[in-house]
């Protein structure tokens, strides 16, 4: 997850890097498609490096399923949905229906460029990951986690995370969407460059906010002991 993150985000950088710098409009149908297709091939290196180093530092022992995953973790049903979608639209001879020629390009992209690279850019990770550096020191005594009360719950953390990222963008995505299911045109891409960095500084800060909440409620839950914690 935390590969395939990384990627998403640097494909969303780049689309609207590309946005701003006025390569996309309204005259040119479909450019905004092909560029996040080919930023999905070529940023395949990012997702494998993240995963690959977080993983080795994480003590993981099998690497190579871990980079298989990383590279079919969103492309794999992504693809099965796609397709599915897909055959209807030729069953009933849409013009939304790409052709089979272009789904083999697809194909092919992922599979010599985009695949490719995730293993390229995970044995990259792996070989240039260094050691987890705890950031404070633990003691060998182990304890029991104690009970919170219903508002301090994963649950409604989980709640609050995605909320008040969403309201930092709920007004630009009713845009966004009308331009992708209707016939409006967004071309606001100033703004949306604007409100990107509005909804990362809102993330990191409320990631910051409740991992502290969680840290105070001394609710940290290691692999070895899933129910304890170490101090």
């Not at 995605?162 to 209707?182: D, K, Q, R």
């Amino acid at each position: 997850l935390l590969g395939v993150g990384s990627q998403f985000l640097s494909i969303f950088t780049g689309i609207l890097i590309f946005a701003v710098c006025g390569m996309f409009t309204v005259h040119r149908h479909g450019s905004l498609m092909a560029s996040g297709v080919i930023l999905y091939a070529f940023t395949s290196c990012v997702a494998g490096y993240m995963s690959g180093r977080m993983y080795r530092q994480l003590q993981g022992e099998h690497w190579v399923w871990n980079i298989i995953l990383t590279a079919s973790l969103f492309t794999v049903p992504f693809f099965l949905i796609w397709f599915i979608i897909n055959s209807f639209a030729w069953a009933y001879g849409t013009t939304q229906a790409l052709p089979y020629t272009t789904v083999l390009i697809l194909a092919f992209m992922w599979l010599f460029v985009g695949f490719p690279l995730t293993v390229l850019g995970g044995i990259f990770g792996k070989n240039w990951a260094a050691n987890f550096d705890a950031p404070c020191r633990t003691k060998n005594i182990a304890r029991e986690i104690p009970q919170v009360a219903w508002y301090r719950s994963s649950l409604v953390r989980m709640l609050v995370g995605g909320f008040l990222p969403f309201s930092a963008i709920s007004v630009e995505l009713y845009y966004i969407f009308s331009t992708f299911w209707g016939r409006e045109q967004y071309t606001l891409y100033g703004i949306l460059m604007i409100v990107f960095i509005i909804l990362l500084s809102v993330t990191a800060c409320i990631s910051i906010a409740l991992t502290y909440f969680q840290l105070a409620a001394e609710n940290i839950k290691i692999s070895e002991h899933k129910c304890k914690i170490l101090f």
